[in-house]
């Protein structure tokens, strides 16, 4: 059973910034394209981005290009994204998502496997 966990958030004022971490147990974290979305009351859960198994490739929601970056170690089971010039309308809870894939150099938007949440609120 592969098991998902993130930490990093708290609260932070408009322009701060902070890393989201991600670690995964319960299976070969290199075989799984990981992602990271985000979730405000009352919407759904929105994509933010993803990245391959090799960590070579990205993608990013367009809210977030520029400012946000998500990375992998891959010898630490661990994803991440690191947050910067974080504005308001970023709050929300980040959610950590992994999804077992063929293809080395693939991004997703799909994914099988969630972690339970950790909250972001950015002050104005």
């Known amino acids: 059973q592969v098991q998902l966990g993130e930490s990093g958030g708290g609260l932070v004022q408009a322009g701060g910034s902070l890393r989201l971490s991600c670690v995964v147990s319960?299976?070969?974290?290199?075989?799984?394209?990981m992602g990271w979305f985000r979730q405000v009351p009352g919407k759904e859960r929105e994509f933010v981005a993803s990245?391959?198994?090799?960590?070579?490739?990205?993608e990013y929601e367009d809210s977030v290009k520029g400012r946000f970056t998500i990375s992998r170690e891959n010898a630490k089971n661990t994803v991440y994204l690191e947050m910067n010039s974080l504005k308001p309308e970023d709050t929300a809870v980040y959610y950590c998502?992994?999804?077992?894939?063929?293809?080395?150099?693939?991004?997703?938007?799909?994914?099988?496997?969630w972690g339970q949440g950790t909250q972001v609120t950015v002050s104005s």
């Open positions: 998502a992994a999804k077992q894939f063929m293809l080395v150099y693939a991004t997703l938007r799909d994914f099988d496997y």
């Open positions: 990245i391959s198994r090799s960590g070579t490739f990205d």
């Open positions: 319960g299976g070969t974290f290199s075989e799984y394209v």
